[in-house]
């Protein structure tokens, strides 16, 4: 509906309009400034321009109204066109995105890449809930996009789990052992211990096999990893191996040599990122030969773009953003642009209970655990909550509310007008063909109550999901997607708790109004991941 009238403003003006909504909803539906961008070139006073413009607009069948106040037009749609956009999505039971033409892209989307060490934390749990969020958004919008989670399988802290089991193991067993500073620490690491000796055998903490424990264990933290991810309602379309991507670490090395990125000092091998944006430069391998954790992102990184996606999208944790000018720069020494990457940093989150700081996870060692959470407040809690905020800020929020059963609590009350509707729909005498067969504008020429105003205002903001969707995909926002769906439930109450639906005689428009709120409310749930109750 909103592509549909700014291309109309747009034909008319001959340039491309912009259109906004006026703060006072009395002035219409729209307004447009496009007076005021055509004056310049026509060396005339908006208002004149505004004038003849709304002249050529009255004309049209897709408004009831055009005005212009100071050089604004605005405008207020025709029940036709509500009729017309609403029919055919309550027909299709889908209100289709209105993207404008041409903007489809392909885009690699790659998020929480947590390194398989230990439990998915809370931290982790933002940035997954945002990366599966944004996948639905953007493939509402028409785009395609692929999800990815790199797997850090190599390295130095794939050894250091395999030491910090095999010494939890000699533990196990009796021995006294003493851990140092970087070894991990947590009971899931002493689980791994039991189930690597009930696997192996004592054998394998007496012979001091690393690689194999190493293995065993990162093996069962990406199963679990995996597991909470799918509580969660998050799939991922590939796992990349770190380990099997450091095959080509001698190609992606000459490639870089190739572009002048890399030099050699002290016995190391440094990437010249310093002079592509970088505060200094960086090393990527060691005077002891060993690539650096920066050389395994640029072997993935050449690895992304090699595939020719449009656009890549990487969300990382806020204490990444320094690291962002350093793989920028690797990319442009593979000679891809590194304008194609958008990185996306998601804030750290800390939870109250009551009023006081969460309990932290014995199991984890110190960590508030993602399961954890989810069995407290469940899924749809936590991805509404995380989603509800810019994920660049800082999030703080209290568990508690979200299991209270009343408006505090946004999803219930989303779920709760929802669930009205459903209420509605089961308890009226007409069937869904004859609510799809009501006319708004038939209706509205024969009755003026405010019941059918409200429902027709109902309509129209059911309908601009599409545009709130497209919004919060430009400015990667789903709290706008959350915003939206918790306005549309509050006129949606006020709208029932108003009006008399049942049994009156605008029965039919009214229940037709309410089937297309809750198909907003469904498919803007949807995009949030949350699943839509039709009954609470």
Known sequence: MYEHIKSIISQVACCDAVLERPKNREFGHFATPV?????????????????????????????????QVKGYIN?????????QFASSALVKQHIESSAPL?????ILLEYVSANPTGPLHIGHARGAVLGDSLQRLGSYLGHSISSEYYVNDAGAQIGKLGRSIYLAGREILGDSVEYDDECYKGEYIIDIAKSAIARFGQEIMVKEQIPTLSDFGKDLMLKEIKDNLAACGIHFDKYVSERELFTRWDSTLERLKAHQGVY???????????????????????????????????????DKFSRDFSRYINIWGADHHGYIARVKASIEYLGYDSSRLQVLLAQMVSLLKDGKPYKMSKRAGNFILMRDVLADIGSDALRFVFLSKKPDTHLEFDVATLSKQDSSNPVFYINYANARIHT???????????????DFASFSKMDSSEALVAARELVFEALLLPRVAQMAWEEKSLQKVCEYAKSLAGDFHAFYNAHKILESTLQAPLLKASMLVSLALTQALDLLGIEAKTQM
């Not at 041409?102 to 392909?106: K, T, Y």
């Open 35 to 67: 007076a005021f961008t055509l004056a310049k070139a026509k060396k005339l006073p908006p208002e004149t321009i505004a004038s003849d413009l709304c002249k050529q607009l009255e004309r049209h069948s897709a408004f009831a109204k055009v005005a």
């Open 75 to 83: 405008l207020t749609l025709a029940d036709s066109l509500l009729e």
């Open 102 to 106: 041409g903007i489809s892209e392909s």
């Open 264 to 302: 050699e000092q002290d016995s190391k091998l440094w990437l010249a990122s310093s002079t592509k944006g970088d505060e200094k430069d960086r090393v990527i391998v060691r005077d002891d030969g060993e690539p650096t954790y920066l050389a395994g992102d640029i072997i993935y990184h050449s």
């Open 424 to 438: 509605l729909l089961k308890k009226s005498t007409l069937d869904s063909s004859a609510i799809l067969q009501a």
